[in-house]
């Protein structure tokens, strides 16, 4: 039996225990295993009356519940970053397994709670943390193990892809799409965690973590979000065949370790390019196995808890029958931090759009800039705007560093005829 | 340590020795593994003699092999029926876990081996046997044990796919591409397995199995393969918006199970459509987690390789530190065959392609019957065939039960005006 302490009877949480009502009979049965939701607990009378109503052990107190040696495991859903992190490392210390879907928290504070976990031969389980209903943790960590991944492109965040997809479908500029999707209630009224790829970087550095081996620090990862991709940006990217993605990347590179996350030009026959709205992927190339994509529900109510159970009972199924050696510690290294390959040293297609006056010899003057930076040009499209007097130079151009591409784009912006800072989005290949 | 004896050096058992050699000090450092190959057999001399050269334990003799008591896990890859059964079984009553990529023998001969394995307490783990690259019995197993598969649809024999990819993207006759796959040995010398749809009938028994909680037995799998699938059928697909996949189906009904493989018209817009070529694909619809998919190579000796080493390293997890209680028979029911819907008592949307002498009053006749059958019309269309004299009637059926478009169809092809029978094929959704 696993007796559970639950905190946090919210969105997720009310999903957990709805789901360990519905399929406990089914466990024991078909599995063996018995799921005790020993003691749910939440901030206040009121949140834990139903389930006390129900006949349930109910608390207010979550330090005592840790505390309680009648409980297994703790699964955190309460969210944030400082009470989670006290209750997970209490829970540790008091020899207690760990199932959460708080991707922040583990981003920021893995270097703390995994080794401890690893030193106590405790589990650290996190399906839900990383696109909800895609079972990418356990595919890392089980399924993928005859092989390495070289590299990865993921889309984790529904919010941001709703957003793009939507553009993208209805030629609508950001600002109005963003409005919409708060009103629809796919986006936060603050919604800068989301659209400045903040969420997603947490996510991928989880995720290079278990592909690189070596603990992938979430400040290290380079970020830009989504904010300043505009309607016409879309509108090109669809001319030239793709779709614009807030993509988490991460590519082995040696003993370093490739992890960024930008909006990217995705081909249309790539398998991300089609996927769209709320829907997340991850794409995977390995060496034995090949190209292989997990598409799925990136978040809400009934997956998120779906995962969470999922986790819940691989740790029933290990501890009921004798400890093993907990999994995810076994996967990465979480004493020392990767070295991450800095951004400017990366290579990428790029796509510079950039807004001028329309007057004689900027093109000269542009494209001078990019042979000055040995950099090859593979399009150049010069387009009207609405805006009278000023002209959109598109530039594609060929595999070049980051670094020459920023000092080239620099040069570019400090022309007197340009207008505005020129956008900069990479390709995916 | 985790000591295996390896039936097969060819294609799939040469990959996997050369996996377990390249990866081995990894698994033992990271996961505090071993993986032993403590013997490699195969039938002759020569097959082993690279292996034995090597200082590798090596054998000719499976018999003796299995009863060794050094022996802790078969790996059987030599394929076929009659043998690998004889010594899955012999391995099974000689108390050692089974690893084998062998669907024929697992959808043919499951009934005793898994019973068996449940009895003693052992492991028989295949993820090999179905979509090679793909972690799909396991998501099954593991990561999605929070939901219930409502619906299942995959593309799950890469030969199948890349012939009818090769028919879409450039408008071929099957027999031509069907030389053309044999050419490059992406179809065998007799294709008949594949294209008549008897592996991807026994992967779907595998996969309904494990959806479904009971036995599915592969005989009871209502097949149609893609032999009579044309060039035309594939235009008029695209015309309407679809494309036209061979697709293994399984749909949760009651107590039932609705089982199948047939070729299907597959909308454009939905993810199964741009998994093309030998490309693999499971699209599965869950009760908490929604809709997810996964896509990866279906076969090929490092693929699938790969997925057999998986299993390994689970066993080797699993069994190093105390017994775990086998993992698949949890899952379904082996005893007790499952009730299958019969397919008369499906419904779809259908295409009927009907092939008639241009006669006058042969529509009126045609969707007469259709009337008199109860059969609501969508859409039908009139077209001019090569073929001088004759004219095609493609009708799209609203959805309809199997038996009445049979009883339809026989009557229509009764007519005096028509050529041949009436192609048939049904709409995914």
Redesign the interface.
Known sequence: MLRIGLIGTGTVGG?VIA?IEQ?KAE?RE???IDLELACICAKTDEEVAPYKAKGYTVSTDADAMIANPDIDVLVELAGGYNMPRKWILAALNAGKHVVTANKALLAKHGHEIFPLAASKGLHVLF?AAVGG???II??LQ??????TVESLSCIINGTCNYILSRMAQEGLDFDTVLKDAQRLGFAEADPTFDIEGIDSAHKTALLASLCS?HRVDFEKIHVTGISKITAQDIAIAKELGCTIKLLGIYNRDGDRVDARVHPCFVPQNH?LS?VNRVLNAVYLN????????????GA?R??T??????DL??LA??I??????A?PM??FNVENSATLVPISETSARYYFRITSRDERGVLAKITGILAENSISIETIIQKDVNDPGNVSIVVITEKVQDCRASKAIDAINALPEIVENSQVIRFLA
């Open positions: 999903g789901i399929k466990y078909k599995l063996g399906e209903g895609i079972p356990r595919s089980e399924g993928l193990v005859g092989s081996g398998l089609s390995c060496d034995n196995l090949g190209e292989t994509l997990q598409t799925g529900a809400g009934m997956p808890a779906s995962a969470v159970v999922a009972v691989s199924r290990s009921d029958t004798g400890k093993r050696a999994l076994g996967w």
